[in-house]
């Protein structure tokens, strides 16, 4: 199997929730660069705080393109959470290591088929 097959068959939702994992985390590493001081104007075109409010509007725009069920499971695991998407690799959940048996890794409250772990709530992607 290919990481493109991967892909293909990978659910809208599921990859909403991976851009938005993404800005999530540069938008961390931006703010975190530019406490620091290691961001030096001049060598972006638009001022950091500028590419922060992007970031922001990015993320706001992508939020609200998430299904209600969905996004009401991201808010709930986003302040606890760096990453709100995990792989499965062998059956275990790489948010919380805990083994889940693929067969009942669904979550039937949501109303999607974007999957959660029933252990630590992540959403998740199988991959093995
Ligand atoms: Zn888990």
Redesign the pocket.
């Known amino acids: 199997m290919t990481a493109a097959a991967d892909r293909a068959r990978m659910d809208p939702q599921l990859m909403l929730l991976l851009e938005l994992q993404d800005l999530r985390a540069q938008r961390k590493e931006l703010a975190e660069s530019e406490q620091a001081g290691q961001v030096e104007s001049e060598h972006f075109h638009i001022d950091p705080t500028a590419a922060g409010q992007e970031l922001d509007l990015k993320i706001a725009e992508l939020e609200g393109e998430l299904d209600p069920g969905v996004r009401a499971r991201y808010e709930r695991i986003l302040p606890s959470r760096d990453r709100v998407v ?1 792989p499965v690799i062998n059956g275990v ?1 790489y ?4 083994s ?1 048996p693929t067969a009942t890794a669904g979550d039937q409250e949501s109303h999607t088929d974007v999957q959660g ?1 029933e ?4 959403f ?1 992607y199988i991959l093995g």
């Open positions: 995990v959940c948010g919380c290591f805990v889940i772990c252990h630590c709530g992540s998740i």
